[in-house]
């Protein structure tokens, strides 16, 4: 690998995943950075585990839900284990699928028939908080080496930072329009049935309460339809 080339791409990539305008813009510009720098990748995807469904993120093919839905419906597979690391395993490879590794039985002849030759995944992580794995398909075995492997792991340290901070970024701009919305909402509450402004925020918190809807749900409605 021309090393010299690749951290010119590397850093381009990593002001340019700053530079995306949403969340989800920014985990499809990590999928396809994996397709075009690391060495024999066909298709990437991020998992994300929620107790036990898993989500697929920014696919770059067909190819990557398929894996992801077997090993959901299985229970077992190498992007489950980098997604959990509950053994604190960051990162996995598997050169051959048609060698059937041990440690994922069931997976392993399935994913091959689906078309997977050989897999690596990393964990995507933060000081602070694991936000799922980025994992990388070839369609050939023993396509993905230990260049490979450090050329993912480079790119996967980049992209948990830029995910984490869009992250955040989308957390915060939510609970700005989130407050608005709360305000609003009071503001028609205090107007028409003449409440202070404790008492309208107490109409808004029991109705929220007893019909089990998200606060900022409830003054959307407010806000669309001028009542409860």
């Known amino acids: 690998m021309d090393w010299d080339r690749f951290a010119q791409q590397m850093a381009s990539m990593a002001r340019d995943l700053l530079a995306q305008h949403s969340v989800d813009a920014t985990l499809e510009r990590i999928t396809s950075s994996a397709t075009e720098l690391v060495e024999g990748c066909d298709a990437a995807g991020i998992l994300v585990l929620n107790g036990?469904?898993?989500?697929?993120?920014?696919?770059?093919?067909?190819?990557?839900?398929?894996?992801?839905?077997?090993?959901?419906?299985?229970?077992?597979?190498p992007c489950?284990?980098?997604?959990?690391?509950?053994?604190?395993?960051r990162?996995?490879?598997?050169?051959?699928?048609?060698?059937?590794?041990?440690r994922w039985p069931a997976y392993a002849p399935r994913a091959h028939r689906l078309g997977v030759g050989s897999m690596m995944g990393f964990l995507l992580f933060t000081e602070d908080e694991d936000l799922g794995a980025l994992n990388l398909y070839s369609r050939k075995p023993g396509a993905f080496t230990e260049v490979s492997e450090l050329a993912g792991w480079l790119l996967?340290?980049?992209?948990?930072?830029?995910?984490?901070?869009?992250?955040?970024?989308?957390?915060?701009?939510?609970?700005?329009?989130?407050?608005?919305?709360?305000g609003e909402a009071m503001g028609i509450l205090m107007g028409s049935h003449h409440l202070t402004e404790g008492e309208?925020?107490?109409?808004?918190?029991?109705?929220?309460q007893e019909n089990n809807i998200k606060l900022r749900e409830v003054a959307r409605r407010v806000c669309e339809q001028g009542s409860l």
């Open 200 to 208: 309208a925020f107490d109409v808004l918190r029991r109705f929220s």
């Open 91 to 102: 990162v996995f490879r598997i050169a051959d699928l048609t060698e059937e590794p041990p």
């Open 80 to 89: 489950f284990d980098a997604a959990l690391s509950s053994d604190g395993e």
């Open 156 to 182: 996967a340290s980049h992209a948990a930072v830029a995910f984490s901070s869009a992250r955040t970024h989308a957390q915060m701009e939510q609970a700005v329009a989130t407050r608005h919305a709360i």
């Open 52 to 77: 036990k469904t898993a989500k697929t993120l920014a696919p770059t093919d067909p190819l990557v839900l398929d894996s992801d839905r077997l090993q959901e419906r299985l229970r077992e597979g």
